[in-house]
């Protein structure tokens, strides 16, 4: 069984950019929800896909957008960066309204 | 809105003892799920326990147990015989049980706990 996996690890931004992130779910699951994660804070929800539908989002502005695809992976896409966007972006999956599962998280800096 | 409190920003043990981290939330919900997140290093985010707010029978996982307290809304986690492994972020967690059409995760602001050998 294939665990979330995310992409890249990491990766530098200059603000004002755009940029997007990759997470594939555990095999199984058809729900996926992201979470930005700041230095020294616990993670936050951004919002969560189901069926490739967003059916649920946190207090994150309208630049914080996604996708997810039929086989179930996600992207995360924000635009026009910020200095404190910087974070770890964490992505987990689920099916049924049990547990997530988090990837390893990709740390985006924003220069 | 639901919240989730860890009052101890960083704890230590020594290898081999035991420690305590405290988690305390508010919620009005009746029906809820709380966990407890373990982060090391590596940044993998890590289920450790779970509790489902409808048992009172406390959850137990190996070495880690959880003293559930629902009318104080408290959630606190004992490590026995603490291991050097053991030393990482750990998060409390809510959920909401149903009600909802998704189900995301609240996170208390986490605990570094450190173990000395």
């Known amino acids: 069984e294939t665990g979330v996996t995310q992409s890249p690890t990491h990766l530098i931004k200059t603000r004002g950019q755009q940029v997007t992130l990759r997470c594939s779910s555990q095999?199984?699951?058809?729900?996926v929800s992201w979470y930005q994660q700041a230095l020294g804070q616990g993670p936050q929800f951004i919002f969560q896909?189901?069926?490739?539908?967003?059916?649920g989002r946190g207090n994150f502005p309208p630049r914080f957008s996604g996708l997810q695809f039929p086989n179930y992976s996600s992207e995360l896409n924000v635009n026009a960066l910020e200095l404190d966007d910087s974070a770890l972006y964490l992505c987990?999956?689920?099916?049924?309204?049990?547990?997530?599962?988090f990837g390893p998280g990709t740390r985006l800096t924003v220069l | 809105a639901q919240t989730v409190t860890q009052s101890q920003p960083e704890m230590s043990v020594q290898e081999a003892e035991t420690v305590t981290l405290s988690c305390t939330y508010d919620?009005?919900?009746?029906?809820?799920?709380l966990f407890w997140y373990k982060q090391p290093p590596s940044r993998q985010m890590i289920l450790v326990i779970r509790?489902?707010?409808?048992?009172?029978q406390n959850a137990t996982e190996n070495r880690f147990s959880v003293n559930f307290q629902k009318a104080a809304k408290s959630f606190s986690l004992k490590i026995s015989d603490s291991q050097l492994g053991d030393a990482a972020m750990y998060f409390c967690?809510?959920?909401?049980?149903?009600?909802?059409?998704?189900?995301?995760?609240?996170f208390g602001p986490g605990t570094s706990l450190s173990v000395i050998p």
């Open positions: 095999s199984g699951h058809n729900t």
């Open positions: 919620t009005s919900e009746s029906d809820y799920y």
């Open positions: 987990a999956s689920s099916s049924g309204g049990n547990e997530q599962f």
């Open positions: 896909y189901y069926r490739e539908e967003e059916n």
């Open positions: 509790q489902e707010a409808y048992k009172q």
């Open positions: 967690a809510y959920r909401s049980g149903g009600g909802t059409s998704y189900d995301k995760v609240i």
